[in-house]
Nanobody, 125 residues
Framework: VQLQASGGGLVQTGGSLRLSCAAS????????VGWFRQAPGKEREFVAA????????YYEDSVKGRFTISRDNAKNTVYLQMNSLKPEDTAVYLC???????????????????WGQGTLVTVSS
């Protein structure tokens, strides 16, 4: 599967953005999808994930209540709605997918086989 992330940009503190991760291939519904982010000089960190059924979602603590992950399997797309953005959310956001991921590994970047290119989110103070 090939992934294409989009939707990043420059936004002020408190603003919102919606990221999209569009996938190729007819079996996208079989893949769990995660969003990760990497700020300059920092390690890649987990942001959110959604199981292939869409019934289970997972969030990093600092984004709970502000970010919402969802998917539209008919459009082969996963979304990350980001509200109440903070300067510390500034990073390159990447989406990743895997068909065999298990719940205990869903927050680990190494568990995902497929990655898209990143989209830059910049939150100004």
């Amino acid at each position: 599967v090939q992934l294409q992330a989009s939707g990043g940009g420059l936004v002020q503190t408190g603003g919102s953005l919606r990221l999209s991760c569009a996938a190729s291939g007819p079996t996208f519904s079989r893949y769990s999808v995660g969003w990760f982010r990497q700020a300059p000089g920092k390690e890649r960190e987990f942001v959110a994930a959604i199981k292939r059924s869409g019934g289970s979602t997972y969030y990093e603590d600092s984004v709970k209540g502000r970010f919402t992950i969802s998917r539209d399997n008919a459009k082969n797309t996963v979304y990350l709605q980001m509200n109440s953005l903070k300067p510390e959310d500034t990073a390159v956001y990447l989406c990743a997918a895997d068909s065999g991921i298990i719940t205990s590994s869903i927050r680990q970047s190494g568990a995902y086989d497929y990655w898209g290119q990143g989209t830059l989110v910049t939150v100004s103070s």
